[in-house]
Structure formats: structure tokens, C-alpha cells
């Protein structure tokens, strides 16, 4: 029998200290940079070597999102019910043989939409579980006072792999051509998977439901928790209008730099690459931000501040207007990423640890659930008037984003809970001496923390933080 014990705090310096959480960072690292590989080759494998429409990429966005609707909820209490690190390894296997095989049918000249359809279906079904469960496992291998550092220090290897990954991308198709650059990505999912073996803390097996408790009760009560929490139905209102112009956006810029703007494939990748560093940006700047300002008004204030910029993107134009269209981006996902590492940090800080699977599946249903029809709207969109007027579309929407969270501009921060007194952070944690958020049970977590804490700890984790927020 598995002996399980909870990881303790850090021996010393910041989060990266802890050897666990560590190996997860190394591994988001090199998995996210496979992942922002295939943002670029696959629409340009759709784009170039299959001829696609504009709305036929719009359709392969959608399908890669859709997986969140169709079992965005059960998926949740499937994963409380589960140790997180399997559900994790196995997500990440299925990621990494769905996306070789469409390398191997292009040697064997038999590459189809219809394959990229199906490889975007399933990989979506598998990021689906992954995403929840790494959101559940964070709070369970970090102190509560830990997770806006935990979180933003994912954050960071996430925006480093946005500037590296479409660069990267767009040379590799370049060099070998899309398909092949999709190796790229199913590597990466191997390697994370090999960092998650390495994970040396065991979680200790949820308790079983009580009798006649069925799974369609357990989802209704992760529903109801975030639907009457005043913060988290607001943050999921706000989360699923940015996701469904940031998907409509996502379906046309591929279409738009290359038949707009006339830009290769490897122009194609350094705009995207160079918009990312304002994501860098934000993950560095978020801790300290968010000691200055609040968790909670850092929320509404982000979008409020870097929404305008979108209207660059309409206003691009061909050879150095492509400058204006990575600015655009680059202060978008700024305000994104400080978003939702204050965001992400607050939900995991006021829900109870037994429905933070359910807690997290529900907003990633109901968040992620806009964005097949904003890819879908993108793609019709850009067929019908053309990708610059799908973007001025996008350009209003992210103004009218931070309406929803108007209402919390007088909300208090989570409660504190009292934590153990923590060495001060290494340079460059993005929470250096942040203050401990704490939920209704951060109290009781942190009592179980020192519980658990017996051995000095070094233990590796695996994979990245979750795409999208």
C-alpha cells in the first residue's frame, strides 16, 4: 500500500525550492512550448497544404474546445473521485499519440481535415482532464498561502513558451514542413509525462461517495457552489465572454497574417512569438501586483486597463503594420495572464478541497464552453466580410469584457488564514512575500500541511499548467 503524504513547504527560498513543484514547472516548461508549436503548424497545415477556407479553420478551432461542453461538467466529479496524478499521465499519453499520428499520415500521403478534425476532438476530450485535474492537484501540492506563486510561476514557463513556441514553429514548418513540426508537440507531452513519473509525494485516495450519492448529484453540487458564490458566477461570466472573442481571434489570425498581411510562415511565427512577452510580462509582474492592488480589485483591473488595446489588431497593416498587431497581443495577454493568476489563485483559495475538481470543471465549462462558437462565429465571419472585419467584431468584444466584474470593485480579498512563517522567497519568485490567501478550509489545510510535513522535501512534479484559464 502507497504510502501518501502531503508536500511541505519549500526548505528554503521560493516555490521552485520544492522539488515536487519544481519537476512541474520544468515540465510545463517543455510541454507548453510543443503545445504553442502546433497553435502555429496546425492551422498552417490546414492553410497551406489542405487548402482550407477560412471557415474550415474556424471549425478546427472549435473542435479542439468542444471536448469542454460535451463533458466539461462529468469530468469533474470523475476527477474528485480520483488520485490527479494518473488522471494526468494517461491525458498526457493520448496527447502525444493523437498528435503523431498526423505526422506519420502526411509521410503516408493520406493527411485529411477530417483526421486534423478528429485529432483536435481528442485531444480536447484529454486536455479536458488534464486541465481539471491540474488545477486540483496544485492546491494539494502547494500551502494555500503558496498558489499565487505557485500560479504565477506557471504562468511564467507558459508565457516563455508563447515566445519561444511560434518562433520555433514557424521555423520548423519552414525547415520540414507543418506536419512534421507536430513532432514537436508529441514529444513534449512524453517528456512531461516522464516528469510526472518522477513525482515522489503520493496523494491519498479520495473517500468514496457516500451511498446513493450518484455522479449527477456530485456535478449538480460543484454547479450550485460556483453559481451562488458571489465572486466565482461573476468571474465565470466575465472568463467566458474574453474566451469566446479570444477563440474568434485565434480562428482568424492565421488566415488574417497570411492573406492579409502577406507574411511567410516564419513571419507568421516571430508575430505571434513577440506578442507573448507581454504574457511574460504579466506572470512576473503578477504577484507584486496583486500584493499592491488585491487579489480580488487586480481581477476587474486588468482587463479594464489592457482590453482597449485589441483595436490594434484591426489596424495592422503589411510589413512593419504587422508591429502593430503583436503590441496589440502583447497587451492583451498581459492583462490576461495577471487575470488569471489572481483569478485562478482566489477560486482555489475559497473552495473546499472535496469540490475543487467539480469547482474547477464547472468554470472550465462554462468558460471554455464559449469558445467553439467564438471560433465558429470567427470562421464565418472572416468568410463572409473578411478576416480585418471578424477582428474589429473581436476589437468591440474585449471592450464590453470587464463589464460583468464592475460589481466587485468593493469586494474584500479572501480571508487570511494564519500559515507557518515561510523563509523569504529566491529572487525572482513572481510572489515574493505575498500575503496567504486563505478559503474556509485554508485553516485546516494548513494544520493537515504540518501534519503531513515529516521529511525534508526535494519531490518532482510533472506537467504544465493548464491552457487556458
Known amino acids: 500500500m502507497t504510502t501518501s503524504h502531503r508536500p511541505g513547504p519549500p526548505p528554503g527560498g521560493g516555490v521552485l525550492a520544492q522539488h515536487d513543484f519544481r519537476q512541474l514547472f520544468h515540465a510545463a516548461a517543455v510541454s507548453h512550448v510543443g503545445t504553442h508549436v502546433t497553435l502555429v503548424a496546425l492551422p498552417l497545415i490546414a492553410t497551406l497544404q489542405l487548402d482550407a477556407t477560412a471557415f474550415e479553420v474556424g471549425l478546427l478551432t472549435a473542435v479542439e474546445t468542444v471536448a469542454f461542453l460535451l463533458i466539461g461538467l462529468p469530468a469533474g466529479a470523475w476527477v474528485d473521485r480520483a488520485r490527479k496524478l494518473p488522471v494526468l499521465l494517461r491525458a498526457d499519453v493520448v496527447r502525444a499519440v493523437a498528435m ?32 481539471v485535474a491540474y488545477q486540483s492537484y496544485l492546491p494539494w ?26 518562433g520555433l514553429g514557424g521555423g520548423l514548418v519552414q525547415a520540414l514542413g507543418a506536419p512534421l513540426a507536430l513532432l514537436v508537440d508529441a514529444l513534449s507531452y512524453l517528456v512531461s509525462a516522464f516528469f510526472l513519473r518522477r513525482i515522489r509525494a503520493r496523494e491519498e485516495a479520495p473517500p468514496e461517495p457516500e451511498p446513493g450519492v450518484s455522479l449527477g448529484a456530485q456535478v449538480k453540487e460543484g454547479l450550485a457552489f460556483v453559481l451562488r458564490h458571489p465572486v466565482l458566477r461573476l468571474i465565470a461570466a466575465t472568463t467566458g465572454i474574453a474566451n469566446f472573442f479570444a477563440a474568434l ?4 489570425q492565421t488566415v488574417f497574417l497570411v492573406r492579409v498581411l502577406d507574411l511567410p510562415a516564419g513571419a507568421v511565427g516571430l ?34 486597463v489592457t482590453g482597449p488595446f485589441a483595436v490594434l489588431w484591426p489596424l495592422s497593416g503589411k510589413g512593419y503594420g504587422a508591429v502593430w498587431f503583436a503590441l496589440a497581443s502583447g497587451a492583451v495577454y498581459f492583462g490576461a495572464v495577471v487575470y488569471n493568476v489572481a483569478q485562478v489563485s482566489y477560486r482555489q483559495a475559497v473552495c473546499p478541497e472535496a469540490l475543487l475538481g467539480r469547482m474547477n470543471a464547472t468554470l472550465r465549462f462554462m468558460v471554455w464552453g464559449t469558445m467553439p ?59 515574493h512575500g505575498s500575503p496567504a490567501p486563505g478559503g474556509r478550509e485554508a485553516g485546516r489545510r494548513d494544520d493537515r500541511d504540518a501534519e503531513h510535513d515529516t521529511t525534508l522535501r526535494p519531490g518532482p512534479e510533472g506537467r504544465g499548467a493548464a491552457r487556458g484559464r
Do not use: H
Open 249 to 252: 481571434q485565434t480562428a482568424v
Open 373 to 431: 462558437l467564438g471560433a465558429l462565429v470567427g470562421g464565418t465571419l472572416a468568410s463572409a466580410a473578411g478576416p480585418r472585419t471578424a477582428l474589429w467584431v473581436c476589437a468591440a468584444g474585449f471592450l464590453l469584457v470587464p463589464l460583468p466584474l464592475l460589481p466587485l470593485r468593493n469586494v474584500p480579498d479572501a480571508p487570511q488564514a494564519p500559515d507557518a512563517p515561510e523563509t523569504p522567497d529566491a529572487p525572482g519568485d513572481p510572489d
Open 100 to 131: 503523431g499520428s498526423v505526422p506519420l499520415a502526411a509521410v503516408c500521403g493520406v493527411l485529411t481535415m477530417a483526421q486534423l478534425y478528429a485529432v483536435a476532438l481528442v485531444t480536447g476530450f484529454a486536455t479536458v482532464f488534464f486541465d
Open 271 to 304: 508575430t505571434l512569438s513577440a506578442s507573448a512577452v507581454g504574457g511574460l510580462l504579466g506572470a512576473a509582474c503578477a504577484g507584486r501586483l496583486a500584493r499592491r492592488c488585491g487579489q480580488v480589485r487586480l481581477i476587474w483591473l486588468a482587463p479594464v
Open 141 to 166: 501540492l502547494l500551502p494555500r498561502s503558496r498558489l499565487v506563486a505557485g500560479n504565477g510561476a506557471l504562468e511564467s514557463a507558459r508565457s516563455a513558451a508563447q515566445v519561444a513556441g511560434p
